[in-house]
């Protein structure tokens, strides 16, 4: 069993990211922006059986992204993508046509952190949120981006492997705190034979960490990631989390989201004092054959000059818009209806991942 547990100090030094060696600094996603990748659907997806109505979906999302920054679109075929999006600004939109299993940006593309060498886009393994799902096309369209020559002259990709991270599962507060769930982090078939001490220190040398907050509770039904923080909890600014919060005590969430709403009040920031906590309502209950679907108001994308936020065609989706709204006075934000994306139990900020400034061409 010892050959299987990879030393930490041989990662680092493997991927010659030792903060020894590097300034390392983690941007927040409000961070400016240089572009959003989507992943785009095809007929060889699971998307298959709602094609269209997916579709149209992502066609919404990238028209919201064009209207304020850059989008690059990986597909399969750009002529097809083209003719779904209709009229754009074609000066704001890169395609790379590449084989992919899925659509989930957020969980296998590049996370990106700044070094006194430039930006450094960190590649890890994806491995199907722990093997459930097939994953092997989606693992390499990060190096593949990079062969293209799509990240601008002085970036660099780092291969992470044999490390699996989903960007959907940590946080980043831009001043060196990662929130992140225990359930996802230590969950078996990611990194099974690491301790939680020793992903704690990799954490904190690769992102240049001052610390890691861990959740320990929380969880939505139907979620297929092992309750990745992003559909639960979620820096607006440094001093301010927004989280699903469940009032109701007949819903089978209410005892575990209650139980992760006294972890964040027990938080601290750096400085000692209490964050900001900013209750998002619990989205009404969906259903799709014969399922519950897990959606939630916390996977919104924060983008240059707006928040995407999901709609669930539900009342609540205008008290989670007032809410934000007034967390980001200086964005607008702009509902997206999401009820095609979690019929595949996943949602807004899943299929999106943002490039810091002066990370794409």
Not at 21 to 29: K, R, S, V
Not at 200 to 216: C, H, M, N, P, S
Not at 258 to 281: D, I, K, T
């Amino acid at each position: 069993m010892a050959g299987i547990i990879v030393p930490l100090r041989r990662l680092n030094r493997e991927n010659k990211i030792m903060q020894d060696h590097f300034h390392i600094t983690w941007p927040a996603e409000w961070y400016p922006q240089s572009a959003i990748q989507l992943t785009w659907p095809h007929e060889e997806t699971d998307w298959a059986p709602i094609l269209d109505e997916v579709t149209a979906c992502f066609v919404t999302i990238a028209h919201e992204i064009i209207k304020r920054e850059n989008l690059l679109i990986v597909c399969r075929n750009e002529a097809e993508v083209r003719r779904q999006l209709g009229v754009f600004d074609a000066s704001r939109v890169r395609f790379v046509e590449l084989e992919t299993n899925d659509t989930w940006a957020r969980d296998h593309g590049g996370i990106t952190v700044f070094t006194s060498d430039g930006p450094l886009v960190y590649d890890f393994v994806f491995n199907g949120w722990g093997m459930k799902f097939a994953a092997g096309l989606d693992n390499l369209i990060t190096r593949r981006i990079f062969q293209k020559r799509v990240f601008s002259a002085n970036a660099r990709v780092c291969g992470m492997k044999p490390f699996v991270l989903e960007g959907g599962s940590i946080e980043s507060d831009g001043k060196g705190t990662l929130l992140t769930t225990s359930e996802c982090l230590l969950s078996v078939n990611r990194n099974e034979y690491l301790r939680r001490e020793e992903i704690a220190d990799y954490l904190t040398q690769v992102f240049g960490l001052k610390r890691i907050l861990w959740l320990e509770h929380g969880y939505l039904a139907g979620d297929d990631t092992d309750s990745h923080i992003d559909t639960l909890a979620r820096f607006c600014r440094e001093d301010t989390i927004a989280y699903v919060q469940c009032l109701d005590p007949t819903d089978e969430h209410f005892k575990e989201l209650r139980a992760m709403e006294r972890e964040l009040q027990a938080f601290r920031q750096l400085n000692g004092a209490p964050y900001r906590l900013v209750p998002l309502p619990m989205a009404d209950e969906v259903r799709w054959n014969g399922e519950r679907l897990p959606a939630t108001y916390a996977n919104f994308l924060i983008l240059n000059g707006a928040v995407l936020l999901p709609f669930y065609g539900s009342p609540k989706d205008e008290i989670a818009r007032a809410i934000l709204q007034e967390v980001f006075p200086e964005r607008e934000v702009v509902g997206v209806n999401c009820l095609p994306l979690i019929k595949q139990h996943g949602s807004l900020h899943c299929v999106t991942m943002q490039y810091p400034k002066g990370v794409i061409r």
